[in-house]
């Protein structure tokens, strides 16, 4: 039987092709995925929990192969990153957000997730200004997703490139907060906007306490350093609930809306906001 689930090898028998095989072969389909047109965009929005408007969406890619169907990038994206294919990928990635964002979203600001091997690619921020430009699309809408992780490799030098692209008007926001390992001396030092607090946490908000704490006190944590507070993986009412008495500012998650494609993803989530 084949195993399903987005991060594993679906559409390969177990036992038939060994892991490595199939991660060569994965590699190998990734170096003409674009070309091919094989990649596409889900947008999932992210909600003010003061006003209930939509603040920006959430750019995530998706993968559908030939013979194999869809690929989460969950999987792909680290062998696009460990084999070096990932900057056509997220060139494309940021060139279709601001397209489809312009084309179908009333040019609602956008966020894309970056990888590390993209934002230490030689001339990342003069690369992403000039595909802004190109298709029109003001850098004060555009957010960029890091993760701690990215930024501990290569200290100096993702510091000099995010306050460059702080300079010129594009938003940043720290992803998966709470799981990597040196959270608040990067806070301090990192000219971030936004906190992304990972979805561990607000998945067991409802009945563990210590997931409770940690969500507070980064809630706290960011309004006393003016950065906004976006809980991620949001699935409930009764985590929404929570959040919303601790004051968070921004949700996002499958109670408002799954990722999807520009054409059908919702374009307001009030009526959710309401309950
Ligand atoms: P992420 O940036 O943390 O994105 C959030 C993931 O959680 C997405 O999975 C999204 O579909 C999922 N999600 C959102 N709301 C909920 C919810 O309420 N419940 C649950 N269970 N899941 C929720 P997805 O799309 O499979 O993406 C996985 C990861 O792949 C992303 O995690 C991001 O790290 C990476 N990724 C996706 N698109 C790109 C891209 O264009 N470039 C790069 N470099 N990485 C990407
Ligand atoms: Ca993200
Ligand atoms: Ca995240
Ligand atoms: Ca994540």
Redesign the pocket.
Known sequence: AKRQG?NTFAGFEPGMDTELKVRRELEADLASVVERGELSL?F?PRVSMSSGAIICY????RWEHPERGQI???LF?PIA?QSGR?DA??NW?IREACRLSLSKLSGAPVS????GH?LRSRGFVENVLQMLKDCDFPPERFEI?L?ESILVEDRDRSLATLKALKRSGIRLAL??FGTGYSSLSYLRAFPFDTI?ID?SFIMNLANDNSSLAIAEAVINLGRALKLTIVA????TVEQLTILSSRRCDEV????FS??LPADVVPQTVESQLAV
Do not use: F, H, M, W
């Open positions: 987005r889900c999932q959430e750019a995530l890619v989460g990038p969950g994206i990153e990932i990928i997220g990635v894309v997730n970056v990888s993209q997703e993760t992803d998966d992304k979805r991620e993986g949001v699935e996002q998650g499958y109670l799954r990722p």
